[in-house]
């Protein structure tokens, strides 16, 4: 059965779309040859057909703007398409109809581009909903493949995806996938999932046939969120002029006074209309709104759907930010951190004796040592006698052994209290793996900070926003560890959900306020904000619901893009406002004068509008702080940043050797251990470090604006290498084979050093250089 079936939609047809497209610019077409064979005839000598023409050219234009602009009033709305009526009527009532035909072209040009930047909008969002998938492959029990309507896939069902298939659910594959994840998170690069890691609806894959899990239904689902979202977002003029309506307040009665004042105090009523034709507000109408329609267009593309206009146009005025921190700042997963052993202990099988355990247990720790196992190509047992205990943990035999995995229990022995200190101080949890003889060790597991965190909110400053507040419900001292990190201005610890809308309300009556959450306990501080972002598509969770704004990928620097565009857009769309209303209003004073007849005012406000909707349609492009990063130069952050997860292995023995010769400096274990570092650091280590500094680097020249940008990077280089050498010496002076008692406080200065230079170079690497990668980073993933 081919991937069609097994992904079915409704796709438009391309006939269908082209003749769309030709519809939309058909009346322009028709107008224009309308105005010129006016021409020609008036060129003829025969003036009462070219009048009989353009008389009937606006006569086009008159009858669907004044409909326009009577619902309009109905709805008790006072706009600024009167001027343009006015205008039509009062050129057929003075008889200059060729002033009339030109403003009917210049309004039917004004729409045609508003239909092309609109149709730019929706482009990627009608994809969307083209390719979602209608059924699904389902194993039965008996192992046989069955297609079934997508809305009958329940949780834990069984699926096969074919090669060309779209991922029906959200899950996790049974196998390695290669999968192309563009329409979800805009990255056209192909991403590699390995067995047991997530994969969200909507992606493609791009390789062999594989098996998966479904975690979520399809109602429940990435794909679902993003479809549901896409309808909503179909771009909706009214809320977008509320820009432009706010110039016509004081616009359309200023118009109106003119033209009333050069009739009544010249008795000609073609100054009148004259004022009219040149007042007539395309830079109000129509490029206020093509600004903003292309704003829209583009945040779409970075991953980022916006509601409507009146959200982006709100979203480009904000001065004020609140924060979750949970799944917003941080990763919102825990990953492991570290796996502290006992003395003598193999790290590596205690943490594959733990995901040997945890591979049957649905909880998220369980769900994170698994795959920290498998990242290191851990090979797991199937265990037997699982048994869990809410609130202590599981158990289970691993090879004969009987194996627990959860809270210590009983006495612990020195270097378990000295690991739990370690936990606490640092805010981590840890999830203690013991046997029948006493405790193996503990996976210490956090919540680590997103790399690109630090560099959004440094972004969000230079775009405009005055004060950032970080909201958690999160313990007071690890909300100030992850404020210190990102640099925000406050922080509300212990925060209930009514206090983040306390919050939320209190900064809103100051500013214009922008909330970001992922969870259903944000949703309503997402709802009381000026304009609320929800972290993820996460289908029908109620931060997705009531959020003006999502991001579709699990990005936080997609918010700093966001920001970036909507203030691009909303600077475009008031210069394009207040240049063309400013020539206008030069025009109309000329023409009150009696300066400006009304077939050169209106070719003049052909003019004048064509130059501001020009204009407008620069917010295609520009406004970004951050370019495109070369295919090139995002293998390299790739391939580095995958890198790092060897370096992190070798930093874990790096402390555990340190550790070792600070308590038993006298145990033979000590120099072996000493030695093995050592060969990790000039094995691994530093053919690292000398890579990046002649292939990574030098890349980054171009996107970071200048070489001199990684110079502290290299100097930390410098650094490292200097120590290992250092560290290389001293192991020199051992040639008895055993520490003396003057060696071992150099040892442990140089030990340290390079755990703290290296854990801080790694965190400087990936939240300067790794986070500019626009795919998922690995730091994101562990």
């Not at 234009?61 to 619902?71: C, G, K, T, V």
């Not at 990255?187 to 590699?192: A, M």
């Not at 405009?464 to 909201?471: T, Y």
Request: hydrophobic share 50%; charged share 25%.
């Amino acid at each position: 059965m081919g991937a069609a079936e097994s992904t079915e939609c409704v796709p438009e047809r391309p006939a269908r779309l082209r003749v769309r497209r030709w519809w939309t610019w058909a009346p322009l077409v028709a107008l224009g040859i309308a105005v010129l064979a006016g021409a020609a005839l008036r060129i003829a000598d025969r003036p009462d057909a070219a009048d009989l023409i353009w008389a009937a050219v606006t006569v086009a234009a008159l009858l669907p703007a004044a409909w326009s602009m009577l619902r309009s009033l109905w709805r008790r709305k006072f706009g600024v398409d009167v001027i343009a009526v006015l205008a039509l009527a009062g050129a057929l009532a003075v008889g200059e109809y060729l002033a009339g035909a030109v403003i009917a072209v210049m309004l039917a040009t004004g729409r045609s581009l508003e239909s092309y930047a609109q149709r730019r909008a929706t482009r990627d969002l009608r994809a969307l909903l083209a390719r979602a998938p209608r059924t699904a492959r389902r194993r039965g029990p008996d192992g046989a493949i069955e297609v079934v309507p997508l809305d009958q896939v329940a949780v834990a069902d069984r699926l096969l995806v074919g090669p060309g298939d779209v991922v029906p659910v959200d899950g996790t594959v049974d196998e390695a996938a290669t999968l192309d994840e563009s329409v979800v998170t805009g990255e056209s690069r192909l991403v590699q999932r390995a067995a047991g890691e997530s994969v969200a609806s909507g992606v493609v894959n791009a390789g062999a046939g594989f098996g998966m899990r479904a975690t979520k239904n399809a109602a429940q689902s990435t794909y679902a969120g993003i479809v549901r979202l896409a309808e909503e977002a179909t771009a909706h003029r009214a809320p977008m002029v509320r820009l432009a309506d706010r110039y016509a307040a004081a616009f359309v009665p200023f118009t109106l006074v003119l033209a009333g004042l050069a009739w009544l105090l010249s008795g000609d009523v073609v100054r009148a209309v004259a004022v009219l034709v040149v007042a007539t507000p395309c830079p109000l109408l129509l490029a206020t709104p093509i600004a903003i329609v292309s704003g829209l267009s583009r945040v779409a593309r970075r991953g980022v759907l916006v509601r409507d206009g009146g959200a982006l146009e709100l979203l480009g005025r904000a001065r004020t930010l609140l924060v979750d921190k949970t799944g917003t700042l941080t990763a919102g997963h825990p990953r492991a951190a570290e796996t502290v052993v006992a003395p003598g202990g193999d790290r590596d099988e205690v943490l594959r004796l733990a995901a040997s355990v945890e591979q049957l247990s649905p909880h998220v720790l369980a769900a994170a040592l698994v795959r920290q196992a498998r990242e290191r190509g851990l090979a797991l047992t199937e265990p037997t006698d699982v048994t869990e205990e809410p609130g202590r943990g599981v158990s289970g035999r691993v090879d004969g052994r009987l194996i627990r995995v959860g809270q210590l229990d009983g006495a612990s022995p020195v270097w378990a209290d000295r690991a739990r200190a370690r936990t606490e101080l640092a805010g981590w949890s840890a999830v203690w793996v013991s046997d029948d003889d006493g405790p193996l060790g503990a996976i210490l597991l956090e919540d680590p900070v997103r790399p690109d965190a630090r560099r959004t909110v440094r972004r969000l400053r230079a775009a405009g926003l005055r004060r950032i507040v970080l909201v958690t419900g999160d313990r007071p001292s690890t909300a100030a560890q992850v404020a210190a990190t990102v640099g925000v201005d406050d922080v509300l610890a212990r925060c209930t959900p009514g206090e983040k809308v306390a919050r939320v309300r209190a900064e809103a009556d100051r500013a214009v306020t922008v909330m970001v959450g992922d969870g259903v306990n944000d949703a309503p501080a997402l709802a009381e904000a000026h304009v609320g972002v929800a972290m993820g598509a996460t289908g029908a969770t109620a931060s997705a619901d009531v959020a003006d704004a999502v991001l579709t990928v699990d990005r936080l620097d997609r918010l700093a893009d966001a920001v970036e565009i909507a203030r691009y857009a909303r600077r475009i769309a008031v210069q394009s406002a207040t240049v063309g209303m400013g020539l206008a209003v030069l025009a109309m004073v000329a023409a009150s004068a009696g300066r400006l007849p009304p077939v050169v005012g209106a070719f003049l406000q052909e003019g004048i509008d064509v130059l501001v909707i020009l204009n407008a349609l620069r917010a295609l492009r520009g406004g970004l702080s951050r370019g495109d990063v070369a295919p090139r130069t995002r293998e390299l952050l790739a391939r580095f940043d995958a890198e790092h997860e060897a370096v992190r292995g070798v930093l874990a023995g790096l402390r555990d050797t340190a550790d070792l010769v600070a308590t038993d400096p006298t145990s033979p274990r000590c120099l072996p251990a000493l030695r093995e570092t050592h060969h990790l650091l000039t094995a691994r280590v530093l053919p690292h470090e000398a890579a990046e500094e002649r292939q990574l680097y030098p890349a980054l020249a171009e996107p970071l604006g200048s070489g001199e940008a990684t110079s502290t990077m290299s100097r930390a280089h410098v650094e490292i290498r200097r120590q290992v050498d250092l560290l290389g010496a001293q192991l020199a002076q051992s040639a008895d084979g055993r520490l003396r008692p003057d060696q071992v406080p150099d040892l442990l200065a140089t030990l340290y050093g390079l755990d703290a230079v290296l854990r801080l170079h790694l965190a400087q690497e990936e939240e300067e250089f790794f986070s500019l990668d626009p795919s998922e980073p690995a730091a994101e993933r562990r």
